[in-house]
């Protein structure tokens, strides 16, 4: 994990808290519940990015929220599994997952009511699975070949 974008990352008990200019970054393997919340960081925030490289993240129970500009942005040739994750505001004018290489399963996650686009998949990914989400309303964009989307509540 690259911590030079992050104030704040300290395990609290049972989950990790991150909440100034957030940012994790690939490589990681996170076991414990992952909150990122945008505590006046400013208003162009990234929660998780996956920049250029061949890393991974892994991700059991994550909250995602406060005002940030994009929650996850992932350009990445490793995977990034997001498993039972809340997905709560962001900005109407990005996807909050937006996946533009790599691989990526998210899975079991919800997303705040009719906010915009939740997923965004471009055709340049490796491999992505979508599976069981609570889409409340929110749009995705799946233009992967090997984009396998099932079970996802609209």
């Given at each position: 994990m690259n911590q030079r974008q992050a104030k704040t990352l300290h395990p609290r008990g049972p989950f990790f808290?991150?909440?100034?200019?957030?940012?994790?970054?690939a490589d990681y393997v996170i076991d414990e519940l992952?909150?990122?919340?945008?505590?006046?960081?400013?208003?162009?925030?990234?929660?998780i990015q996956g920049l250029a490289g061949n890393a991974g993240l892994n991700a059991n129970g994550a909250s995602i929220w406060k005002s940030l500009y994009q929650p996850v942005s992932?350009?990445?040739?490793?995977?990034?599994?997001?498993s039972i994750t809340r997905f709560l505001s962001w900005s109407s004018s990005s996807p909050r997952v937006q996946?533009?290489?790599?691989?990526?399963?998210?899975?079991?996650?919800?997303?705040?009511?009719?906010?915009?686009?939740?997923?965004?998949?471009?055709?340049?990914?490796q491999r992505v699975m979508?599976?069981?989400?609570?889409?409340?309303?929110?749009?995705?964009?799946?233009?992967?070949?090997?984009?396998?989307?099932?079970?996802?509540?609209?």
């Open positions: 808290s991150l909440q100034t200019q957030p940012r994790v970054r992952l909150i990122i919340a945008n505590a006046g960081g400013g208003t162009r925030q990234i929660g992932w350009a990445n040739s490793g995977l990034l599994t997001l996946i533009s290489t790599g691989r990526v399963m998210l899975q079991n996650s919800y997303f705040t009511d009719n906010i915009g686009m939740a997923i965004s998949v471009s055709p340049t990914t979508i599976l069981g989400n609570m889409l409340c309303g929110n749009t995705v964009s799946l233009n992967a070949q090997t984009t396998t989307s099932t079970n996802n509540q609209p």
